[in-house]
């Protein structure tokens, strides 16, 4: 039985798993951002979605990963004050 690394590391001789993985990765990172940025504020979920005039459910998914709305994305990170660079 292969192990969850081996499996992985397997999958990374794929072209479109190498694609699909590093966008993942990406969404992943912001959410992490999201909510550190949020926590680094002292704020709750309900306070920063209040703040953004998102929902908490919204706020929730930002923070998961999960796809969103870009202007949801855009009013949670103007709320945290956080500039978004496009290179």
Known sequence: MKTFRRKIKDKLNDPK???????????????????????????SQIQ??????????????????ANCNIVTFIKVCDALNLHLHVA
């Open 48 to 65: 920063l979605a209040k703040k953004a005039q998102v929902t908490q459910q919204q706020l929730s998914k930002i923070e998961n990963g």
């Open 17 to 43: 798993f190498v694609t699909a993985f590093e966008k993942e990765k990406k969404q992943i990172e912001l959410a992490i951002k999201i909510a550190e940025a949020r926590e680094k504020a002292g704020l």
